[in-house]
Structures are given as structure tokens and as C-alpha cells.
């Protein structure tokens, strides 16, 4: 029997909402009915109808938590949001791709009633001219005592950071010219930072924790994915800054990332690392959603302000902010024992049916195998959620998949392509510390054109892409190598 993709269960919404809110632009089109998404200034609102909009959220009982230039994102009860658009919430589940190869139905919103539109997480302002829509946040998952400073020791084959992804990056010859990326900001939006010994010891820059959810602990990283995969970043750009933005709840849910990322664009960093996403039904079987397409934009203005924005491309899901034009979309290649590179069976890609040219991934980083791909010992929160998931056995329909480590070390084994994508971040941060001046645009140019061709595996079953000489679909352009793209910089830029 095939499971529905979407089903209504009738409970009742959380306590606190989050969502966007698009302020009426001059250009009379709604970010929900976007077309083109060569450029955002058709899209971009006056001071006074960001005023307007803001004061009439605020009456309606919201409170703005990140603007931009052509909305801000909210966040409030549901009854909020219901006096704004004179609709009401309800959930609905869906049918998605999610975490360590899952697939599993997923709570999500929709506003609904009589002058209420059709498209799901969507709604409409009313007695409110300077209000396009209103759009609600959708639920994403990571693409995954005090402990230890140092990894422990497993049987399990895997890579150990810095060394080991350094070495296989190609950054070696950057670092040894003194480009490790000194001075650049790198973004990361994700489920929180905590501070573990092992970037003390490093000697690595960690700026404060900004948390974009009311009511939840800056230096709390409940799940510790956000804390694991930072770690990424500096392996390749040791001298970078990195700025976390925790955008979970108090469970360690995504629940805020559209509010992380405005509030991380705000700040204007020179790069923004994303290793989560949505998933839809692929291939797609109807044009771009009308909730995406608002987040579509306000990704695409990052690039606009010269920002480099890094997604993961996903492990096995099919999500519409890596396919997004101008950002770099980090796939999956695995390097073996004996140094073996083949396409990662647990990446993502494929071809953009929504935006024209477009293919996920651009790029690659190091990312493991099906079933669970444990491959890089990174630092977490001492029992949090990722330290007990990845030490337990599977339910025994695999083999044994625990990692090796114990349940409350601060250590793990895991990558997907949350791994890759602050690796490619790192690669960035090191072309920019080299040449300040360099567009996102001339980024993807050096990391693409100097890309390792891989040849070898097929990417995620879902998609079953086969590696081949030259740009395919399983891994772009190869895997990245940060010295041969930054004599390409040197040389061009």
C-alpha cells in the first residue's frame, strides 16, 4: 500500500508560530507568484511599506524578529497570525526524507478559510494594503560531563579532522602560504554552537551564539549538529570567524531557519554555511511552490549583496534552497581506504526543474556512505541527541551501525552533506582571505573549474545519477581542491 504524501491530522498548532511576512513592493508582483528569479529589486518594498506592514503584524500581535528588504520574518501564538489574515492554522503532515536516511511523516502548517489561498503555508493579510502574504515557516532537518578535547580511538574506518580533510581537499599548499581564510565571517545558520574543548584547543575564532527562537540558550546546541559540523569550516579555513545562529527550539527542531538566515544576512557576513533543507516530491509535479518561492528570494538577495551562500545538496532529499541560481550547492564524493574517490550513495542530485541551467550539486566535499555515513569524528555536545543516536546499533534489519563512541563522550561519527556544504563555506573563506574582493559568482568559477573529476559510483538511490568524466549528476564538478582553486584565483582574479 503507497502512503499518502500529505494527510490532515487535525491537532492542534504549537503554542509559537514563526513565518515571513512579504511587504507589498513597488513592482505590484507577490514574492508567492514569482517567475523570474534573476533578480530581487522587482520585489524589494519602500521604508513605508515595511513600516506599514511591520505595524500592522505587531497590532496584530506578532513580534518581528529579522527584516530584509523586502519583508521580515515573524514569529507569535497562533491566534496572532490568525487576527492578521482573518484565516486559522492547522496542521497537516507530510511525507518526507529527513535525517540518517529516514523517511518519515513531518508536522507542517497551513492557513486556511473561505478567502484564504490554496497553496500550502500560505496566507493572505486582511484589511492590510501593504501586505503581499504571509507565509509560514516550514520545518527542516539536518542534512545531523565535559568531553574530551581529543577523538577516541574506533575500529570503524573514517576521517579525522583537521588532517584528514585537509589533506584530501587540497588545502595543504593554501595553508602552507599563510591562506587559511584569516579574518573572513562565515555564517552558519543551524541548530546551535556549543563550546567544546576541542575548538579551545584548535585555537580557533567562535563569536557568540546569536539564538533567533525566544526563550532558548545561546550555548545550547541540543541535538549537535550545528556544533559537529562547524567544526568543518575551520578544518579548511582555520583563521575564519565563525558567527552561529541557533535556529531551534527548545527541542533542538529547525524551527526558525528562514528567520536565521535573515537575521545572518543582516549582519552581512562575507559567507553564509546551510547544511539543512525541506524536501518535496520529486520529480516535481507542478510548478514551484508558492511558500518557497518567497524563500527563494530573499536567498537569492544574499547572493545580490555579494554574500556567498553555501546549501548542503542533501542526503537522498529533493529541496529547493540548493537549486536556488547563485548558490553553491555542496553534493557528496567518498575517498576509500586506498584513497578511492567515488560518488557518495548518500548525496543528493539532480537536474533544477523549476530554475533554468541549474544542477545540484556544484560541488563536492567529503561525505560517507549508506546506510548511516559515519565518516567524520566530530566534536558534539556530551549526550546530546547525535552522541546517543550515532553510538547505538541500527534495529537490526542492518548490521551492526553503531560508531564506536560512547553515548555521553562528545564525539561522533557522522557527515552527509551537512558536512560538505561547511567544507565548501571553509574553501570560500580561504579564496576570500586571499583576494577580499572576489563575487560569488568568481567563487563557484575557482572551486568548479578546479574541481576533481570523479568517475566512479552512482549518488543517492532516490536519484541514481552515475558519476562520469566531465560535470554530471552525481557529483557536479568534482570534488573540490581549495590550493588548485586558489592559484586559479591568484592567477585570474
Not at 523549476?354 to 546506510?371: K, R, S
Amino acid at each position: 500500500m503507497t502512503l499518502p504524501l500529505i494527510t490532515r491530522n487535525g491537532q492542534p498548532a504549537p503554542e509559537l508560530v514563526f513565518g515571513y511576512v512579504s511587504a507589498r513592493s513597488e513592482g505590484g508582483v507577490p514574492m508567492t507568484r514569482a517567475n523570474e528569479f534573476t533578480s530581487t529589486e522587482p520585489f524589494r518594498a519602500d521604508a513605508d511599506a515595511r513600516e506599514r506592514a511591520q505595524r500592522r503584524a505587531e497590532h496584530a500581535g506578532l513580534t518581528v524578529t529579522a527584516e530584509s528588504r523586502m519583508g521580515f520574518t515573524v514569529c507569535g501564538p497562533p491566534a496572532a497570525f490568525d487576527e492578521l489574515t482573518g484565516g486559522r492554522i492547522e496542521s497537516y503532515e507530510s511525507l518526507q526524507h529527513v535525517q540518517s536516511g529516514r523517511v518519515r511523516y513531518v508536522t507542517h502548517l497551513d492557513i486556511v478559510g473561505d478567502e484564504q489561498p490554496e497553496d500550502l503555508g500560505v496566507g493572505t493579510a486582511r484589511g492590510a494594503d501593504a501586505i503581499e502574504a504571509v507565509v509560514l515557516e516550514q520545518p527542516r532537518s539536518p542534512h545531523q560531563l565535559s568531553p574530551s578535547a581529543q577523538p577516541p580511538t574506533v575500529v570503524k574506518y573514517h576521517l579525522r579532522l583537521p588532517g584528514d580533510v585537509v589533506m584530501l581537499l587540497g588545502a595543504t599548499p593554501a595553508h602552507r602560504e599563510g591562506e587559511v581564510g584569516a579574518g573572513v565571517q562565515v555564517a552558519m545558520v543551524d541548530t546551535g554552537q556549543y563550546a567544546h574543548p576541542y575548538f579551545t584547543l584548535q585555537g580557533y575564532h567562535v563569536d557568540p551564539t546569536t539564538a533567533v527562537v525566544p526563550g532558548t540558550n545561546p550555548a545550547q546546541d541540543p541535538v549537535g549538529h550545528g556544533t559537529g559540523e562547524s567544526a568543518n569550516i575551520f578544518a579548511i579555513a582555520p583563521g575564519a570567524t565563525l558567527r552561529p545562529y541557533r535556529a531551534s527550539n527548545a527541542g533542538g527542531q529547525l524551527t526558525s531557519a528562514m528567520t536565521g538566515f535573515l537575521r545572518a544576512k543582516a549582519d552581512q557576513p562575507q559567507v553564509i554555511s546551510n547544511s539543512w533543507g525541506g524536501d518535496l516530491d520529486y520529480p516535481p509535479t507542478g510548478p514551484l511552490p508558492a511558500a518557497y518561492r518567497t524563500w527563494a528570494l530573499e536567498i537569492l538577495d544574499a547572493v545580490e549583496q555579494g554574500i556567498v551562500v553555501v546549501f548542503s545538496a542533501g542526503n537522498g532529499q529533493f529541496s529547493v534552497e540548493p537549486q536556488i541560481p547563485g548558490v553553491i550547492a555542496a553534493g557528496g564524493v567518498f575517498v576509500g581506504p586506498a584513497l578511492d574517490l567515488q560518488a557518495s550513495n548518500y548525496a543528493s542530485g539532480y537536474p533544477s526543474l523549476w530554475f533554468d541551467g541549474v544542477v545540484v550539486p556544484t560541488v563536492c566535499g567529503l561525505v560517507g556512505m549508506l546506510p548511516r555515513a559515519q565518516y567524520l569524528m566530530l566534536p558534539i555536545p556530551p549526550g546530546c541527541e547525535i552522541d546517543l543516536d550515532e553510538s547505538q546499533a541500527s534495529d537490526g534489519q542492518l548490521p551492526d551501525t553503531s560508531d564506536g563512541t560512547r553515548s555521553d563522550d562528545g564525539w561522533a561519527l557522522f557527515s552527509g552533506t551537512s558536512a560538505a556544504a561547511p567544507q565548501i563555506a571553509g574553501a570560500a573563506a580561504v579564496l576570500l582571505g586571499a583576494r577580499p574582493g572576489l563575487t560569488p559568482e568568481q567563487i563557484v568559477m575557482a572551486l568548479t573549474q578546479t574541481a576533481t573529476d570523479i568517475t566512479d559510483g552512482h549518488n543517492h538511490p532516490r536519484f541514481n545519477n552515475r558519476a562520469e568524466p566531465g560535470e554530471d549528476l552525481a557529483t557536479g564538478a568534482g570534488l573540490a581542491n581549495v590550493g588548485a582553486a586558489l592559484r586559479y584565483v591568484q592567477g585570474n582574479f
